[in-house]
């Protein structure tokens, strides 16, 4: 059973820069991909990227592009979330998930989902 486990976020001004952990368990040679997902509240749930766990690729939001990088360490099963030039509308839960990749550069994520963690950027 896949189990993720986040950590990092919290609250910082605008401007400032997060970083988000996502340690993974469990994970079989089906998963090869993790995404990083948002939900602001009354919003819909958003990816906000992902990346290749094999070659490191990663693929992003418009909305991120340039301010958020994607990273893992396959020696610690762990993906890193780092965001900089934060501004009040990253507020929202992040949350990681464990994928298959799918078509058209795709991760098509599936039920194992970190536990979410909040970050609030005030302005």
């Known amino acids: 059973q896949v189990h993720l486990v986040q950590s990092g976020g919290g609250s910082v001004q605008a401007g400032g820069s997060l970083r988000l952990s996502c340690v993974a368990s469990g994970l079989s040679n089906f998963s090869n991909c993790m995404g990083w997902f948002r939900q602001a509240p009354g919003k819909e749930r958003e990816e906000v990227g992902h990346?290749?766990?094999?070659?490191?690729?990663?693929f992003y939001a418009d909305s991120v592009k340039g301010r958020f990088t994607i990273s893992r360490d396959n020696g610690k099963n762990a993906v890193y979330l780092q965001m900089f030039s934060l501004k009040p509308e990253d507020t929202a839960t992040y949350y990681c998930?464990?994928?298959?990749?799918?078509?058209?550069?795709?991760?098509?994520?599936?039920?194992?989902w970190g536990q979410g963690t909040q970050v609030t950027v005030s302005s």
């Open positions: 998930a464990a994928g298959r990749r799918g078509p058209a550069d795709s991760c098509l994520t599936g039920g194992a």
């Open positions: 990346i290749y766990t094999a070659s490191g690729r990663t």
